[in-house]
């Protein structure tokens, strides 16, 4: 099975792009809010993208593919640390960054999204990651 990751691809990018512009602002300018707002939305877009791949990802390691579809966003990221997928530590953060974007999503206000902000760069990191490990299973 050929899994398609142009779309994720394409969503880091915009998120490391928007973060890169971010920084480069002042939280006074208008155009910080525009970055920060794209960014968290990018932000979740990185995160649902990437545990609907990796569930694809993981379907050879149950008996129907249904069973992998079932998987809660964070039992995904721990049976791909169990299959040697992504490391300890990666499930821990990706596990992270669910729980501050449920905090985020029911709360409002600065510094949630101060706080999401602040995980963009290892998100980035982590997803690009990811990527690799989905596009393993093209080259199998």
């Given amino acids: ?10 969503c ?7 973060s890169d512009a971010l920084n480069r602002s002042s939280p006074e300018e208008t155009v910080y809010d525009m970055y920060s707002n794209i960014c968290i939305e990018k932000f979740e877009l990185v995160l649902e993208q990437s545990g ?13 593919n249904r069973q992998a579809d ?12 169990k299959h040697g997928l992504i490391s300890a530590d990666a499930c821990e ?3 992270e960054y669910r729980d501050n974007r449920n905090h985020t999503e029911n709360n409002s206000g600065q510094a949630f999204a ?17 990527v690799t490990v989905v596009e393993e299973l093209n080259n199998d």
Avoid: G, Q
């Fill in 70 to 81: 079932r998987l809660t966003f964070r039992n995904t990221f721990r049976y791909a640390a």
């Fill in 52 to 64: 609907k791949l990796l569930k694809k990802r993981l379907r050879p390691w149950f008996a129907s």
């Fill in 12 to 18: 880091i990018d915009t998120l490391e792009s928007m």
């Fill in 93 to 95: 953060r990706w596990l």
């Fill in 114 to 130: 101060e706080s999401t902000l602040r995980l963009l760069p290892a998100l980035v990191e982590d997803a690009r990651a990811l």
């Fill in 1 to 10: 099975m050929n899994i398609d990751t142009a779309y994720l691809r394409r």
